[in-house]
Nanobody, 118 residues
Framework: VQLQAFGGGLVQPGGSLRLSCAAS????????MGWYRQAPGKQRELVAD???????DYADFVKDRFTISRDNAKNTVYLQMNSLKPEDTAIYYC?????????????WGQGTLVTVSS
């Protein structure tokens, strides 16, 4: 199983980006998923997650600005980021728990850089 994350880039404050994370390989279905970020000199932190029941949870610093969603048919999870702020600058990582023919697996994407700057 491989995860490919993409969609990062340079955006001005107040702008928007949509990150995608696609799982390929012997994936039967997506279970839980989450987006994390790590800014320079800081620890990795949870941004948003979606447990297997489909509910969503967001860190306070992104509530009402970011939205996590999924496309089960494409084995893909998204993070729509609006009203971006310079402090949102970080490498964003996806984490997926998936069902496999052999059982379950948990995987991290390679990270995609988001830079918010004027």
């Amino acid at each position: 199983v491989q995860l490919q994350a993409f969609g990062g880039g340079l955006v001005q404050p107040g702008g928007s980006l949509r990150l995608s994370c696609a799982a390929s390989g012997s994936v039967l279905r997506l279970n839980s998923m989450g987006w994390y970020r790590q800014a320079p000199g800081k620890q990795r932190e949870l941004v948003a997650d979606m447990p297997s029941d489909g509910t969503t949870d967001y860190a306070d610093f992104v509530k009402d600005r970011f939205t996590i969603s999924r496309d089960n048919a494409k084995n893909t999870v998204y993070l729509q980021m609006n009203s971006l702020k310079p402090e949102d600058t970080a490498i964003y990582y996806c984490n997926l728990s998936v069902a496999l023919p052999s059982g379950r697996g948990n995987y991290w994407g390679q990270g995609t850089l988001v830079t918010v700057s004027s």
